[in-house]
């Protein structure tokens, strides 16, 4: 096996304690391989992305737990919200591109003869979001979002639409796209994604973007050196609109405990957090040390400095950021600091 595709596996089936392995070199649905393979050095170029500090793709799939989400009703009404009513243009699997609630209905009415009920305990569509922050030209971002669809979901129907945002106050102001797959492909297979099958849609998703000359990488949390979550883009969304939620709710309750007691929140993982960290750096050691030999010298000194970056990185969460800015009045780089020398002192 060559360096290049051994980095390809190791990026995509390193096992996290939150994330289960991929069980080949290609992941899928189920027990499926994916049509259309990633390109090889894969791996590589988003190491290298992280490394320069190249903005990470997103690619989520919001969760919608109301009975409104299910069956064709609740595909129809994702599909009027994506749209705008009709305001949107909406572009198919196959190319054709749709623009008013007419033509929309129209083709709902198409995926109901194919045996969808109006109805269903089940969820009959995926909704997936993939984005990237402002200033990125949202026409790439249409564009490697349509060769990300064809090629992820072969086989499938689906609609897709571009948001930009700019003129909404309580939205994100960024160019993201909203991509509505049917769940069951022209065979019946359903689609059943996991985590390491959302990884492998981010890689996907960056290369489509690279095609499209927009910089980007598309790594793990650890693989960055960051043990703290970004927030939920759906709890975000709530918490601009003035929604609380019991998340929120949770994490309030944390911390007005953590300041009566005057103590710090733990971190509960930091053990795991550690070993994770140390494999990692681990890996990047062995990797630059691999491309020196082949006399890749600027990619192994990129790795190198990726390796540094990622070893000398705290271990905050955020209920602890909140509470050191809360009691000690820290900014985020003392903070930081403080944090580095209580987890030595431990």
């Given at each position: 096996?060559?360096?290049?595709?051994?980095?390809?596996?190791?990026?995509?089936?390193?096992?996290?304690?939150?994330?289960?392995?991929?069980?080949?070199?290609?992941?899928?649905?189920?027990?499926?391989?994916?049509?259309?393979?990633?390109?090889?050095?894969?791996?590589?170029?988003?190491?290298?992305?992280?490394?320069?500090?190249?903005?990470?793709?997103?690619?989520?799939?919001?969760?919608?737990?109301?009975?409104?989400?299910?069956?064709?009703?609740?595909?129809?009404?994702?599909?009027?919200?994506?749209?705008?009513?009709?305001?949107?243009?909406?572009?198919?699997?196959?190319?054709?591109?749709?623009?008013?609630?007419?033509?929309?209905?129209?083709?709902?009415?198409?995926?109901?003869?194919?045996?969808?009920?109006?109805?269903?305990?089940?969820?009959?569509?995926?909704?997936?979001?993939?984005?990237?922050?402002?200033?990125?030209?949202?026409?790439?971002?249409?564009?490697?979002?349509?060769?990300?669809?064809?090629?992820?979901?072969?086989?499938?129907?689906?609609?897709?639409?571009?948001?930009?945002?700019?003129?909404?106050?309580?939205?994100?102001?960024?160019?993201?796209?909203?991509?509505?797959?049917?769940?069951?492909?022209?065979?019946?297979?359903?689609?059943?994604?996991?985590?390491?099958?959302?990884?492998?849609?981010?890689?996907?998703?960056?290369?489509?973007?690279?095609?499209?000359?927009?910089?980007?990488?598309?790594?793990?949390?650890?693989?960055?050196?960051?043990?703290?979550?970004?927030?939920?883009?759906v709890l975000r969304s709530m918490?601009?609109?003035?929604?609380?939620?019991?998340?929120?709710?949770?994490?309030?309750?944390?911390?007005?405990?953590?300041?009566?007691?005057?103590?710090?929140?733990?971190?509960?993982?930091?053990?795991?957090?550690?070993?994770?960290?140390?494999?990692?750096?681990?890996?990047?050691?062995?990797?630059?040390?691999?491309?020196?030999?082949?006399?890749?010298?600027?990619?192994a000194k990129i790795v190198s400095?990726?390796?540094?970056?990622?070893?000398?990185?705290?271990?905050?969460?955020?209920?602890?950021?909140?509470?050191?800015?809360?009691?000690?009045?820290?900014?985020?780089?003392?903070?930081?600091?403080?944090?580095?020398?209580?987890?030595?002192?431990?």
């Amino acid at each position: 096996m060559s360096l290049q595709s051994d980095i390809d596996d190791w990026l995509l089936g390193y096992k996290t304690r939150a994330v289960k392995g991929k069980s080949s070199a290609s992941l899928s649905f189920g027990n499926r391989q994916s049509k259309h393979p990633l390109k090889p050095g894969c791996g590589l170029a988003n190491l290298r992305a992280a490394a320069l500090k190249q903005p990470e793709v997103m690619v989520k799939i919001p969760r919608r737990k109301s009975a409104n989400s299910t069956g064709l009703k609740g595909v129809c009404r994702h599909i009027d919200y994506i749209s705008r009513n009709g305001e949107v243009e909406v572009e198919t699997h196959d190319g054709e591109r749709l623009q008013g609630k007419k033509d929309i209905h129209a083709m709902t009415r198409h995926w109901q003869k194919l045996g969808i009920a109006d109805t269903s305990k089940h969820r009959e569509a995926l909704n997936i979001v993939l984005s990237m922050p402002a200033h990125t030209p949202p026409a790439a971002v249409k564009n490697a979002a349509r060769k990300f669809a064809q090629e992820q979901f072969d086989g499938h129907q689906y609609v897709f639409a571009l948001h930009t945002d700019r003129d909404r106050p309580n939205e994100p102001a960024h160019p993201h796209v909203h991509l509505c797959v049917l769940m069951r492909d022209e065979y019946g297979h359903r689609i059943n994604p996991r985590k390491n099958d959302l990884f492998e849609w981010r890689v996907r998703f960056a290369e489509k973007l690279r095609e499209e000359g927009v910089a980007c990488a598309a790594t793990r949390r650890q693989h960055r050196g960051i043990t703290r979550k970004g927030e939920n883009f759906v709890l975000r969304s709530m918490r601009q609109r003035g929604f609380v939620g019991s998340a929120h709710k949770k994490q309030a309750e944390s911390l007005i405990e953590a300041l009566a007691k005057n103590e710090r929140p733990k971190y509960l993982f930091l053990k795991e957090a550690m070993q994770t960290r140390g494999i990692i750096v681990g890996e990047y050691g062995r990797i630059a040390k691999e491309l020196y030999k082949l006399g890749h010298k600027t990619e192994a000194k990129i790795v190198s400095k990726l390796a540094a970056e990622v070893s000398g990185t705290g271990f905050n969460t955020q209920a602890q950021v909140i509470f050191d800015q809360s009691v000690h009045g820290l900014s985020k780089k003392q903070s930081h600091n403080a944090n580095n020398i209580s987890e030595v002192e431990r």
